[in-house]
Nanobody, 125 residues
Framework: EVQLQASGGGLVQAGGSLRLSCAVS????????IGWFRQAPGKEREGVSC????????SYLDAVKGRFTISSDNAKNTVYLQMNSLTVEDTAVYYC??????????????????WGQGTQVTVSS
């Protein structure tokens, strides 16, 4: 059974940092794309950052470029999202998700068939 376990969310002041973790089990870790998506109240889900775990390519939402960094630890089957210089606009539920097979780091959400349960990130002003 494929499982993605997201953790690391919380309440932080604007300008602060958080690191999200997505622990993956149930499939060959380095044979997929894994990404972070977020959904704020009243807004559509958007892709924040994605990575191809087999070649390390990454992509980022323009709004987070230079502030967020996605990385993966193949030995731990875990993908991280380091979030720095957080703003109130980053407040959302963050989900990690994985594609069914090899894929580039495309973050539209298309092809992502495995989803974690989400972790709340709240940034206060």
């Amino acid at each position: 059974e494929v499982q993605l376990q997201a953790s690391g969310g919380g309440l932080v002041q604007a300008g602060g940092s958080l690191r999200l973790s997505c622990a993956v089990s149930g499939f060959t870790f380095n044979d997929h794309a894994i990404g972070w998506f977020r959904q704020a109240p009243g807004k559509e889900r958007e892709g924040v950052s994605c990575t191809s775990t087999y070649d390390g390519r990454t992509s980022y939402l323009d709004a987070v470029k230079g502030r967020f960094t996605i990385s993966s630890d193949n030995a731990k089957n875990t993908v991280y999202l380091q979030m720095n210089s957080l703003t109130v606009e980053d407040t959302a539920v963050y989900y990690c998700a994985a594609t069914a097979g090899p894929s580039g780091p495309y973050c539209s959400g298309y092809g992502y068939v495995y989803w974690g349960q989400g972790t709340q990130v709240t940034v206060s002003s």
